[in-house]
Nanobody, 125 residues
Framework: QVQLVESGGGLVQAGGSLRLSCTAS????????MGWFRQAPGKEREFVAV????????YYADSGRGRFTISRDNARNTVSLQMNSLGPEDTAVYYC??????????????????WGQGTQVTVSA
């Protein structure tokens, strides 16, 4: 069973930056779209960003577009999310996910192939 392990979460002041990383336990996911979702307290899980298997195509939710950058290093089985200009509204548990299909399917699917356990991001005002 492939596992996704997130790291990089923490507490940051508003206006600050964090870089989240997600490492897959096997190179199998090099052909998968990978990305991030987040879930704030009392809210549903929402899409944040996705990158296709080659790293050429990316897509962002409106909430992060212009502030977040997703990237991947298939040699290291890692996908990263650089988050800048963070605000309290970005406070959430961030989950890494992988799906063996297109980024369109990744954004629209409620049932992705693999999920990480999540990492907490807290932005103080």
């Amino acid at each position: 069973q492939v596992q996704l392990v997130e790291s990089g979460g923490g507490l940051v002041q508003a206006g600050g930056s964090l870089r989240l990383s997600c490492t897959a336990s096997a190179p199998t996911l090099r052909t998968y779209a990978m990305g991030w979702f987040r879930q704030a307290p009392g809210k549903e899980r929402e899409f944040v960003a996705v990158i296709n298997w080659s790293g050429i195509s990316t897509y962002y939710a409106d909430s992060g577009r212009g502030r977040f950058t997703i990237s991947r290093d298939n040699a290291r089985n890692t996908v990263s999310l650089q988050m800048n200009s963070l605000g309290p509204e970005d406070t959430a548990v961030y989950y890494c996910a992988a799906h063996g299909s297109s980024i369109t399917d990744f954004v629209g699917s409620a049932h992705l192939d693999y999920w990480g356990q999540g990492t907490q991001v807290t932005v103080s005002a």
